[in-house]
């Protein structure tokens, strides 16, 4: 029997249009979204994703179809020419309004921006975009969420700029209880401000991103934290979880940091959320070269 893929998903496709954008710090836009069946999305919170798809000129008319189920979105997607499909990016719900048919994005802008970080620094209100995200008819279970720490009341959350809305919906979400240390890297301190604000609880660090690029602020400062509490970290077994989410060469170094200090791999959660191709060439090239 062939599969049929994302047949069981929760997710539709809702046609959307963007209310409002707002400028949260240089490098940061939060876009309001709204859309006639938003009512019907299922918001969790904490670091759920959903899936954009970003117009390249006016949509083609296979989507003109609100709430088009995963697996026909993705079938439809399929067929469009290349030249004419949509390109997708991956996003965390920073606040969802079901009530007021509303969600946000928050959007970070990248130095070398690709179509998502290019069109949320030129959209316009009224402007249509198409999200992929769980449907209240079709599940009533969390979707779309990684984030799952069991009973632990220590955590270590760390990650750089694409990563902040993540964060920010996990870190609010803890309990009293819980102790999180935060450890985030920013090309530009100040984008990280209005998380830091939002998150008067915990400990959170920020580390400039040095000319090296992705990584060189955030490994040295996990590393740091391994060394001063990894073991320790390690002992609380089941009371321990880490969610570490940056660029994806850097995420499997992370991993590897907290896994050296004896961490259990499956109190770790770690996701590359963004890849650095640009870094990765230049890397190729070097190595051609020497
Ligand atoms: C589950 C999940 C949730 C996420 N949530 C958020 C969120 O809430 N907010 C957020 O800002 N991000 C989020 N991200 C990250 C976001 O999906 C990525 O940053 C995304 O790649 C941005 O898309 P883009 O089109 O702007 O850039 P892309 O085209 O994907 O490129 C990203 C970067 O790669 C490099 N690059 C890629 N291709 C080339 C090329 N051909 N030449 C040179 N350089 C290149 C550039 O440095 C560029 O800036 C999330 C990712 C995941 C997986």
Known sequence: MTARPFHSSANVLFDTVVRQ?????????????????????????????????LPNGPYPAAFDHDLLPESEWRRRWRNTDAADRPALRSYTISTARPDHREVD?????????????SW?????????????????????????????????SRMLLAGDETAFPAIRGIASALGPSVRATIILEAGDPSDAAWLVADLPRHAVAVHRRGPDGSGSALMPAVAEWTRAVGADSAARGTDFYAWLATESAQVARLRDLLHGSGIDPARVHSQGYWNDRARAAEHRAEVRVG
């Open 105 to 117: 994005l928050d959007f970070y802008v990248h130095a070398r921006p690709g179509p998502a970080s």
């Open 120 to 152: 949320a620094e030129t959209v316009q209100p009224g402007a249509r975009l198409l999200v992929s995200g769980p449907s209240s008819r079709l599940s009533d279970q969390p979707y779309g969420i990684q984030f799952s720490p069991g009973t632990a």
């Open 21 to 53: 954008v707002q400028r949260l710090s240089p490098g940061f836009l939060r876009i309001t979204l709204t859309g006639a069946h938003l009512n019907q999305f299922a918001g969790h919170g904490l670091d759920q994703r959903v899936k954009i798809l």
